[in-house]
């Protein structure tokens, strides 16, 4: 395989003059496909929405499969239905009473972390749900309702909803707090869930009363934006997760037992899943919070999740062949560096080679919006969004 994606790689960057005439774009430079529509959606769109049965409280991931926590049980999920795949039943649970009520997933030690608020505590569990420990909190009364792991820090944000408070504690020592981030101080009341971008290194919580998301700068507690959450009903806005593949938060509506993925204004890839070869493949940079900003697209046939990193952030795609090719073959790779419109929206494009034995590899795109100010000039880093190759 290895072979083959290098010869891929060459081959596309050698036609990129041969599949100029199958280009996407008329000759005033229009998307051939008709004009952009829909794209502009604020922060606190809903994206897309479903009802999970049960009705987690909380919600967490490993790759693209999601879980939700429902009492002392987790379900693994479709994200797009809410189909319930399997179950998972936390055993070797402490004696006394134990209220779970969100999660998140230790990817270096691949464990459960939850939060856990009768007893105030954090449990790990495996992946087979046997509870290895748990770690009390009530020595500072806090009642925990959000859990979330920070790949950068090695640590735990927990949200503790009487304290008002995210902290994090360090995943080689429960009993060490890394940092502290005080909701009160942007208005945030009856917090709950927590989740993290290990793209633009953020943490986010809700606030059930205010009906709002809020997004903080990992490493020193800043708030970067705010968004609301258009619910109904007041106890909602509860566990949570970031989708890197779209960089949405994804909510529990526990009133309605709805699963919501909100716009957060980060920049994501738009594009169909599959793509015939031969054809092309139309791609949306959406970046609704870096209007007017340039902005870097590329394409690898690898993700990582640690992919090339700018200090605690990280570009989530393999620096491969085909990485070095997209950033080489306009033809094939058209428009994936440009200016972002008014609404922070713009068009590319993939022209794929009509070469069958294409068909079943896969790739992936992401890009960057760029702010001279920012580190390395780089403002905001979308997930990677992978498509299929078929006949």
Same mark, same amino acid.
């Given at each position: 395989?290895?072979?083959?994606?290098?010869? @891929?790689?060459?081959?596309?960057?050698?036609?990129?003059?041969?599949?100029?005439?199958?280009?996407?774009?008329?000759?005033?430079?229009?998307?051939?496909?008709?004009?952009?529509?829909?794209?502009?959606?604020?922060?606190?769109?809903?994206?897309?929405?479903?009802?999970?049965?049960?009705?987690?409280?909380?919600?967490?991931?490993?790759?693209?499969?999601?879980?939700?926590?429902?009492?002392?049980?987790?379900?693994?999920?479709?994200?797009?239905?809410?189909?319930?795949?399997?179950?998972?039943?936390?055993?070797?649970?402490?004696?006394? %009473?134990?209220?779970?009520?969100?999660?998140?997933?230790?990817?270096?030690?691949? @464990?459960? /972390?939850?939060?856990?608020?009768?007893?105030?505590?954090?449990?790990?569990?495996?992946?087979?749900?046997?509870?290895?420990?748990?770690? %009390?909190? %009530?020595? /500072?009364?806090?009642?925990?309702?959000?859990?979330?792991?920070?790949?950068?820090?090695?640590?735990?944000?927990?949200?503790?909803?009487?304290?008002?408070?995210?902290?994090?504690?360090?995943?080689?020592?429960?009993?060490? /707090?890394?940092?502290?981030?005080?909701?009160?101080?942007?208005?945030?009341?009856?917090?709950?869930?927590?989740?993290?971008? %290990?793209?633009?290194?953020?943490?986010?919580?809700?606030?059930?009363?205010?009906?709002?998301?809020?997004?903080?700068?990992?490493?020193?507690?800043?708030?970067?934006?705010?968004?609301?959450?258009?619910?109904?009903?007041?106890?909602?806005?509860?566990?949570? /997760?970031?989708?890197?593949?779209?960089?949405?938060?994804?909510?529990?509506?526990?009133?309605?037992?709805?699963?919501?993925?909100?716009?957060?204004?980060?920049?994501?890839?738009?594009?169909?899943?599959?793509?015939?070869?031969?054809?092309?493949?139309?791609?949306?940079?959406?970046?609704?919070?870096?209007?007017?900003?340039?902005?870097?697209?590329?394409?690898?046939?690898?993700?990582?999740?640690?992919?090339?990193?700018?200090?605690?952030?990280?570009?989530?795609?393999?620096?491969?062949?085909?990485?070095?090719?997209?950033?080489?073959?306009?033809?094939?790779?058209?428009?994936?560096?440009?200016? @972002?419109?008014?609404?922070?929206?713009?068009?590319?494009?993939?022209?794929?080679?009509?070469?069958?034995?294409?068909?079943?590899?896969?790739?992936?795109?992401?890009?960057?919006?760029?702010?001279?100010?920012?580190?390395?000039?780089?403002?905001?880093?979308?997930?990677?969004?992978?498509?299929?190759?078929?006949?």
């Amino acid at each position: 395989m290895k072979l083959r994606t290098i010869a @891929l790689a060459l081959v596309l960057a050698a036609l990129a003059a041969t599949v100029a005439a199958s280009q996407s774009y008329d000759a005033a430079g229009n998307w051939i496909g008709g004009p952009v529509a829909g794209l502009d959606d604020p922060p606190g769109t809903k994206l897309l929405e479903y009802l999970n049965s049960p009705t987690p409280s909380g919600l967490t991931r490993i790759g693209d499969l999601f879980y939700g926590l429902s009492s002392t049980n987790l379900y693994e999920f479709n994200w797009q239905t809410g189909a319930v795949f399997r179950t998972i039943a936390l055993t070797n649970l402490p004696t006394f %009473s134990i209220y779970a009520f969100d999660v998140g997933f230790d990817l270096r030690r691949n @464990l459960f /972390v939850i939060a856990e608020t009768s007893a105030m505590g954090i449990l790990l569990a495996d992946q087979a749900g046997v509870v290895t420990t748990f770690f %009390s909190t %009530s020595g /500072v009364s806090h009642r925990n309702v959000g859990a979330a792991y920070d790949t950068w820090r090695d640590g735990y944000w927990i949200t503790s909803w009487n304290t008002n408070r995210l902290t994090l504690y360090d995943a080689r020592n429960l009993g060490n /707090v890394l940092f502290t981030i005080d909701l009160s101080a942007v208005g945030a009341t009856r917090a709950a869930g927590a989740a993290y971008s %290990s793209e633009n290194d953020i943490v986010y919580t809700n606030s059930r009363d205010k009906k709002m998301g809020y997004a903080f700068e990992a490493a020193s507690g800043k708030l970067l934006y705010s968004w609301p959450l258009v619910y109904q009903g007041s106890n909602n806005g509860q566990g949570s /997760v970031w989708w890197d593949r779209w960089n949405a938060a994804v909510v529990v509506d526990l009133e309605t037992g709805l699963t919501v993925f909100h716009e957060t204004g980060y920049p994501r890839v738009k594009a169909a899943d599959t793509v015939k070869v031969g054809s092309g493949l139309r791609i949306d940079w959406i970046a609704a919070n870096s209007p007017g900003k340039f902005y870097k697209g590329a394409a690898a046939f690898t993700e990582r999740i640690a992919g090339i990193q700018f200090l605690n952030r990280y570009f989530p795609l393999a620096a491969d062949n085909l990485f070095f090719a997209s950033l080489t073959a306009p033809s094939v790779f058209q428009r994936f560096e440009g200016l @972002l419109d008014t609404t922070g929206t713009a068009v590319g494009a993939v022209n794929v080679p009509n070469i069958p034995a294409l068909a079943g590899l896969y790739f992936s795109i992401a890009f960057v919006t760029v702010d001279p100010a920012a580190p390395f000039a780089i403002d905001a880093i979308s997930g990677a969004w992978k498509v299929n190759l078929t006949k």
